[in-house]
T-cell receptor, first 115, second 114 residues
Framework: DTGVSQDPRHKITKRGQNVTFRCDPI?????LYWYRQTLGQGPEFLTY????????KSRLLSDRFSAERPKGSFSTLEIQRTEQGDSAMYLC?????????????FGPGTRLTVL | DAKTTQPTSMDCAEGRAANLPCNHS???????VYWYRQIHSQGPQYIIH???NNETNEMASLIITEDRKSSTLILPHATLRDTAVYYC???????????????FGKGTLLTVNP
């Protein structure tokens, strides 16, 4: 499978714990995006990387959230001191970053439940 | 990015064409129309996109009106597996600006019935 992969697919944690999610983009895709989706809503943009540089962060990304893409390949999203409001599906997408348009392809998501 | 308006839900009989409308009256000249769909508990799946000409691929056809203020996604022969939430999104082209953010609305829940 050469699509975007995410790990884990599901995570259950207790309030106050730290969690980390991983995203592996499509090979040779320069851009990587993180979105969050809560029940009944469409995905909301969190942050975006061009290679290893984080170029945009949404106001939704509080200080407890940090994302990295150290070598311009895979990315991690860490949430510190989780809260019940962090329960959501966390989606990763990647795109080539070239041409007239730049289609984003999404992974299957990581569903986080904070108890 | 321009805002889009879609019906909350639609039904379609299996084997028939599903026509999903989208209004984007404030679209600007360098914004593309993208369609994604999301089957329950999965990530969004890219379907098709276009600027001003009609487009067709193996999944669907996209019809954009001449004034570009609305579009229709057509699934020619809907199957039960096409039941999903369909999102219409307008987004700046790479040359027109930073195409880094997709703004999703609530989309249209298409239910294909046997």
């Amino acid at each position: 499978d050469t699509g975007v992969s995410q790990d884990p697919r599901h995570k259950i944690t207790k309030r106050g714990q730290n969690v980390t999610f991983r995203c592996d983009p499509i090979s040779e895709h320069n851009r990587l995006y993180w979105y969050r989706q809560t029940l009944g809503q469409g995905p909301e943009f969190l942050t975006y990387f061009q290679n290893e540089a984080q170029l945009e962060k949404s106001r939704l990304l509080s200080d407890r959230f940090s994302a990295e893409r150290p070598k311009g390949s895979f990315s991690t999203l860490e949430i510190q001191r989780t809260e019940q409001g962090d329960s959501a599906m966390y989606l990763c997408a990647s795109s080539l970053g070239m041409g007239h348009t730049d289609t984003q392809y999404f992974g299957p998501g990581t569903r986080l439940t904070v108890l | 990015d321009a805002k889009t308006t879609q019906p909350t839900s639609m039904d379609c009989a299996e084997g028939r064409a599903a026509n999903l409308p989208c209004n984007h009256s404030t679209i600007s000249g360098n914004e593309y129309v993208y369609w994604y769909r999301q089957i329950h508990s999965q990530g969004p799946q890219y379907i098709i996109h276009g600027l001003k000409n009609n487009e067709t691929n193996e999944m669907a056809s996209l019809i954009i009106t001449e004034d570009r203020k609305s579009s229709t996604l057509i699934l020619p022969h809907a199957t039960l597996r096409d039941t999903a939430v369909y999102y219409c999104i307008v987004s700046l082209s790479l040359r027109g600006g930073s195409n880094y953010k997709l703004t999703f609305g609530k989309g249209t829940l298409l239910t294909v019935n046997p």
